[in-house]
């Protein structure tokens, strides 16, 4: 398979700590996409880092990539009870010459007031 | 910003009937639109690719006799779950991509369907 793995599957923390999710993927990309979704809903994009970049920065989202290690991280700083959610990274397949993305396997984050 | 919808939000239908569900860019033109679907607290997982105006293309593993997908303009997609079983029931998503920007993908908030 072709899916992407985060870890961890689950992470909880106090608000306004730090959440760290990683992604590491398997094949060349064009560029790394993350996502957020609520339960039951939808998903929301977050950020994306093309494959010449090594670090993006929106508001209190950090995103890296290394693609020499075919991972990436999403920080949250600051996190509040509301930051609650599935996060996912998502990657294209840039042999594919579509614009088809491969979801990886998502952190659960839960944020305690 | 883009918007996607889809609908129903939720169908509950008995086993062995079909079920319609409509996704649609509101504010542009999709070229392309996919179809996801998710089980619980797992991954999205992709089904097939759709091209307006051309045949759906399927992943590996998903049938394309069961989950018949019709694109037939640029701001329309639909996906029929033909025959539905009880394993079919799963959260049922769909993304937009237009010309202009097509790295990035705008999700519909899904559809959840349950077959009793």
């Known amino acids: 398979s072709q899916q992407g793995e985060e870890d961890p599957q689950a992470l909880s923390i106090q608000e306004g700590e730090n959440a760290t999710m990683n992604c590491s993927y398997k094949t060349s990309i064009n560029n790394l996409q993350w996502y957020r979704q609520n339960s039951g809903r939808g998903l929301v994009h977050l950020i994306l880092i093309r494959s010449n970049e090594r670090e993006k920065h929106s508001g209190r989202l950090r995103v890296t990539l290394d693609t020499s290690k075919k991972s990436s991280s999403l920080l949250i700083t600051a996190s509040r009870a509301a930051d609650t959610a599935s996060y996912f990274c998502a990657t294209d397949l840039s042999a594919s010459g579509t614009y088809k993305y491969i979801f990886g396997t998502g952190t659960r984050l839960k944020v305690l007031a | 910003g883009a918007v996607v919808s889809q609908h129903p939000s939720w169908v509950i239908c008995k086993s062995g009937t079909s079920v319609k569900i409509e996704c649609r860019s509101l504010d542009f033109q999709a070229t392309t639109m996919f179809w996801y679907r998710q089980f619980p607290k797992q991954s999205l997982m992709l089904m097939a690719t759709?091209?307006?105006?051309?045949?759906?293309?399927?992943e590996q593993g998903v049938e394309k006799d069961k989950f018949l997908i019709n694109h037939a303009s640029l701001t329309l997609s639909t996906l029929t779950v033909t025959s539905a079983h009880p394993e079919d029931s799963s959260f049922y998503i769909c993304?937009?991509?237009?010309?202009?920007?097509?790295?990035?993908?705008?999700f519909g908030p899904g559809t959840r369907l349950t077959v009793t």
């Open positions: 993304s937009a991509i237009s010309g202009s920007r097509s790295y990035e993908q705008y």
């Open positions: 759709s091209n307006e105006g051309s045949k759906a293309t399927y």
